[in-house]
């Protein structure tokens, strides 16, 4: 290697891959929200936004793997490995890993989604080479012990079980095996009883060792920070791990998944002696990539997105029905989700179920008027920004779009998109979308004639 005062000479092929590329992808104004990225060598991406005017700094490193990348067998695995990381590495025990960060103040935590896994830590700008060398040091030297393993699976246990307690989650689990069946899209993220007691040490280390290459993870930070500081940091810690000694390594692309099993007309009933019954209404959405997200937000945020929604309107303020319903949508990289959610007493789930499944057909048939169009454009924009608000939020926005799109839109060009919805679109989307038959997924104290009703509502 050459001294920085050496003459410089040609460089070969395999030199010229080992250099760090950078290229600045959104332009900031005086430098406020510029987004650059940057390639090491070993194929891990560094992204970051510079917000100058804050005192915090969020750091975090997506890996492109989720609970869609299991086979039933290992289903939960990677939950369960997102838990195992902040177990101790060959530099820090459990309790170094959290004491670094609570003694500067600061958060850390992670989420496993279906499709990728995220790990972060929010602190004071000045203490993010601490955050960087914390949580670079988990991604890459984690031990995966034996002993930590069997130690968290009872931690993992407890949480479905906390999760099985609250039925308001149990039915989105319900609702995505009742649309996708026994796919890796229609099992819970967090795994089974069976599947989590079936893993082993050895089966999350191989995990570990496929989906946690430097290949496969985006490195993203924003806040009042330095792109090349925060390159510098995330080299040095990765360096130390011998994690990019790779130099020809490239990438992964943005998933572009298989088909997945979506189903129309099902109905799963799961019957529980709860104060409400929790229904999810819906129907096949579209992937996260399809240019009509723009208008299936504004349409989702009509319907059922705030407090002057239709469905807030039917169901909680005109008839006193349910204290929660709402709409929502879920993209993944080759389809999606539309459901409407509601939690009422028992007694009611079928004038609920009526209500929401006559104003889906309406809005098919009729579609919405220019005036709720309007103000769900309005409220979809000022949410869009408002939701950006904070370093955490950025860096979120960043990473998933180095992650999941491999490119970066800026929020006057997502506003611009938003702006651009014509209630024309929206009508069309409305007759497409809500035009297919529901499927349906309802926890609840069932009787057997409610049951019947229930699955005759979709049909």
Known sequence: MTSRTS??????????????????????????????????????????????????????????????DETPALNGATHYLEHLLFKGTRRRSALDISAAIDAVGGEMNAFTAKEYTCYYARVLDTDLPLAIDVVCDMLTGSLILDEDVDAERGVILEEIAMTEDDPGDVVHDLFAKTMFGDTPLGRP??????????????????????????THLVVSAAGNIDHATVVRLVRRAFDKAGA?????????????????????????????????????????????????????????????????????????????????????????????????YAGCRPSQVHDVLRICRDELDRVAHEGLTDDEIRRAIGQLKGSTVLGLEDTGALMNRIGKSELCWGDQMSVDDMLARIAAVTPDDVRGLAAELLGQRPSLAVIGPLKDKQADRLEQAVS
Request: contains cysteine.
């Open 7 to 68: 003459r410089p000479t040609a460089r070969t092929s395999s030199e010229a891959r080992a250099v760090a590329r950078t290229q600045t992808l959104l332009k900031g104004k005086d430098g406020i929200g510029t987004v650059r990225r940057t390639t090491l060598p070993g194929g891990l991406r560094v992204v970051t936004e510079t917000l100058p005017s804050v005192r915090s700094a969020t750091f975090g490193i997506w890996a492109h793997v989720g609970s869609r």
């Open 189 to 214: 993220v967090l795994g089974t009883v069976d599947t989590i007691n079936a893993l082993t040490r050895d089966q999350v280390a191989r995990f570990y060792k496929k989906h946690y290459d430097p």
């Open 244 to 340: 990019l000694a790779r130099t020809d390594a490239v990438p992964v692309v943005p998933r572009d998944g298989h088909r997945a099993i979506r189903a129309a007309g099902r109905v799963d009933l799961l019957n529980r002696r709860t104060e409400q019954a929790h229904v999810v209404l819906g129907m096949p959405g579209y992937a996260r990539t399809d240019d009509r997200r723009w208008t299936l937000g504004v349409l989702n945020t009509a319907l059922g997105g705030g407090m002057s929604s239709r469905l807030f309107q039917e169901v909680r303020e005109k008839r006193g029905l349910a204290y929660s319903v709402y709409s929502y949508t879920s993209g993944f990289a080759d389809c999606g989700l539309f459901g409407v």
